[in-house]
């Protein structure tokens, strides 16, 4: 069988011709959760010791390797006390870190059901009062989609997309300016190449975030249509419309198989392009930071003018895979809270429609 691809979806050049999620989704969605107003403000004061205590390790680390380790070499008898104790205050703060994040993580389940309780709840009972033209206007499959299919998408959305996202932007800001108190030129260095790979990373993204879009609509749409095969398949029977059924699964199918295609095809691309950049400025910021901290070049930091050390190199090379690696995971995420939207936008419609 020839592949079927939509008029909407051409195969190359342009983008889908899509509706978006509507204006004020995002109003409506913080509405609903803002009945679990003080857990929100837990969750951020946790993501906000979470991202200040990974740049305090990996500045903490500077100071272990150039006042700690350093000093010990060549040393006969090396008195281990200080590093020990050194050893334990950077443990102490790693674990502050992972507890934060322990506890916004089992706080965003409890929020992540409590709203989608609510929406879920809202909508049954709207649903009771819609008149019967809604049904006759929307296939029994695609109201359950929005029972099913989006709220799985919000709610992954809720309890995962979203508090990453605002993760790994604190991560990002706590890194940039941990890295300006070590370093203002290799950070301006490194702000350079970020610019370079947001505009990579957005013309990955913007294409992806369309198609995810379409998919999410698209599902809706098959799964409406073999809900309604489902229940008047004996009428099917009784009029052979067999192949004309099987004719308008197989298009709707592949639209639905196009747009996931392509949605997983750009969106999968891009931790890995993330990440090889990552490692090629991780070489980069090895090879000048040393070759300045040999060459005795003044290093300027908020902390003063230096020498690059041993310690602050290592230091800053930590903190620039933490400024790099999240950007790749606000553009991962983001196309999941776009998908999200979505699929909230269509459950608001639900919510919307004329009792």
Known sequence: MSKVVS?????????PQIQRFKPGTIKRLFSFMAVYKTQLIFVVISIVISAAAGSASALFLQ???????????????????????????????????????????????????????????????????????????????DVMSRYTNDTDTLRQAISQSMPQMFSSLMSVIAAFFSMLYLSVGLTAFVAAFAFVLLKIIKAIVGRSGTFFIKQQQSMGDVNGYIEEMINGQKVVKV??????????????????????????????????VVGSLGYMLYVLIAVIGGAAGIAGIPNLGFAGVSTLSIGMIISFLI?????????????????????????????????????
């Open 7 to 15: 008029k909407d979806y051409p195969k190359a050049g342009g983008k």
């Open 63 to 141: 100071t272990l390797i150039d006042n700690y380790i350093v000093p010990l070499l060549g040393q006969t008898h090396p008195v281990l006390t200080g590093l020990f104790q050194a050893i334990l205050f950077m443990g102490f703060i790693y674990v502050i870190g992972v507890l934060a994040t322990l506890f916004y993580n089992r706080m965003m389940v409890v929020i992540e059901q409590g709203t989608l309780k609510l929406i879920r709840d809202k909508m049954f009972t709207h649903m009771q009062t819609l008149p019967i033209r809604y049904f006759d206007t929307h296939t029994h499959g």
């Open 239 to 272: 009029f052979c419309h067999e192949e004309e059924a099987e004719k308008d699964f197989d298009k709707k199918n592949e639209e639905l198989c196009y747009c996931s295609t392509e949605a997983n095809k750009y969106g999968n691309i891009t931790m890995p």
């Open 319 to 355: 903190l620039s895979r933490s400024f790099i690696n999240p950007i790749g995971q606000i553009s991962m995420q983001f196309n999941m809270v776009i998908m999200a939207l979505a699929g909230a936008s269509r459950l608001f419609d639900l919510l919307r429609s004329e009792e």
